[in-house]
Structure formats: structure tokens, C-alpha cells
């Protein structure tokens, strides 16, 4: 089974508490660093991929879900 494609940045709470359940759970995840500092979130791919441009963002197999508890 491919892994579910997870999105963060480290400094991000949300981001971690994802990555932490999803390894709890023995999902498996390949992670994808994005750089804040070079706003790397508002990148045309990353855009059409999330237009809300929030961390964290999870591609599994082309459904995509990303963080929707706060204004991003």
C-alpha cells in the first residue's frame, strides 16, 4: 500500500499532533517538509493541491484533506 502523503511544518502544533496520531495508529505516512520562512504553502502546486494554503495538508491517493479548525 502506498503511503498517505502528509504535508506539515515542524513548528506547527496542528501539524505535529497529525503526524504523532498517525504514527501512533502505525499509519503509513511520508512526509513532506514545507518551509514557512519561503512560503513554500503559497506555491502555485501547493495552492491548487489546497487553496486555503494550511498546514497540515494530507494527499492519500489524490483525496485531499487539509487542516479546517482555524483561519489558515
Same mark, same amino acid.
Given at each position: ?16 499532533? /497529525? ?9 503509513? +505516512? ?5 518551509? !514557512?520562512? &519561503? ?7 501547493? /495552492? ?9 495538508? +494530507? ?5 485531499? !484533506?487539509? &487542516? ?5
Amino acid at each position: 500500500m502506498r503511503p498517505i502523503v502528509m504535508y506539515v511544518a515542524p513548528p506547527s502544533p496542528t501539524s505535529r499532533a /497529525v503526524v504523532i496520531a498517525a504514527r501512533y495508529m502505525q499509519i503509513n +505516512i511520508k512526509l513532506i517538509i514545507i518551509d !514557512l520562512m &519561503e512560503n513554500e504553502q503559497k506555491e502555485d502546486w501547493f /495552492v491548487k493541491m489546497n487553496p486555503q494554503h494550511c498546514l497540515p495538508t +494530507i494527499n492519500d491517493n489524490g483525496f485531499i !484533506l487539509w &487542516e479546517s479548525g482555524k483561519k489558515c
